[in-house]
């Protein structure tokens, strides 16, 4: 089985409410089907997935993390994500 890379890129933004609105749109996810994928993730700022991204992610967002920089720029620190049939197969959905 394919795994892609858990180290997603670190994910930038030019404000915060940007950032916010990606996490909240990922906790609106969880909400109603009990998980994101990574696949969520990557369309929601604009990259390309794959089907495979389709099989990972989060059942929670409170490991998501936002950083400011001086800069004025934000990143939003992505936590490893899990395969989603082990996170149903061990009841954390």
């Given amino acids: 089985m394919y ?8 994910i930038f933004f030019d404000t915060r409410s940007e ?10 996810q969880i909400g109603r089907k009990g998980h994101a994928t990574v696949s969520d993730l990557m369309e929601i700022v604009g990259l390309k997935s ?3 991204h389709e099989h990972f ?16 720029t934000y990143e939003l620190h992505v936590p490893n994500f899990q395969h989603l049939y082990q996170l149903m197969k061990n009841g954390q959905e």
């Fill in 3 to 10: 795994y892609p890379d858990n180290d997603l890129l670190p």
């Fill in 19 to 28: 950032t916010d609105n990606v996490l909240d749109h990922l906790t609106e």
């Fill in 50 to 52: 794959s089907e495979v």
């Fill in 57 to 72: 992610g989060w059942t929670s967002t409170s490991e998501f993390d936002v950083v400011a920089h001086k800069n004025g």
